[in-house]
Nanobody
Framework: EVQLVESGGGLVQPAGSLRLSCGAS????????MSWVRQAPGKGLEWVSS????????YYAEFIEGRFTISRDNAKNTMYLQMNSLKSEDTAVYYC??????????????WGQGTQVTVST
């Protein structure tokens, strides 16, 4: 079955960095665009970034402001989100999500369990 497992979250100070990973299995990873979606405390789901099947196209939400970089390594069935210059507003559970298409942001048909990112002093 399709499985997505996020890792790399944790507690970090403002202006710090984290690298999130999403390990994928149960489907042909390199045929699918992938996304990162987050949920802050008390808030709804918020799309962060997406990447096409081979990494040739990337998409970012406006609030990223150049601070994050999405990437993927298809040989390892893994997607990454490098997060720099973190702000308290970035505190959220970050989810890895699969799309049935090769390009684009949506729809999301499978989700990981999420990894907690907390930005605080």
């Amino acid at each position: 079955e399709v499985q997505l497992v996020e890792s790399g979250g944790g507690l970090v100070q403002p202006a710090g960095s984290l690298r999130l990973s999403c390990g994928a299995s149960g489907f042909t990873f390199h045929d699918h665009a992938m996304s990162w979606v987050r949920q802050a405390p008390g808030k709804g789901l918020e799309w962060v970034s997406s990447i096409s099947w081979n990494g040739g196209k990337t998409y970012y939400a406006e609030f990223i402001e150049g601070r994050f970089t999405i990437s993927r390594d298809n040989a390892k069935n893994t997607m990454y989100l490098q997060m720099n210059s973190l702000k308290s507003e970035d505190t959220a559970v970050y989810y890895c999500a699969k799309t049935p298409h090769q390009f684009g942001v949506k729809p999301w048909d499978y989700w990981g369990q999420g990894t907690q990112v907390t930005v605080s002093t």
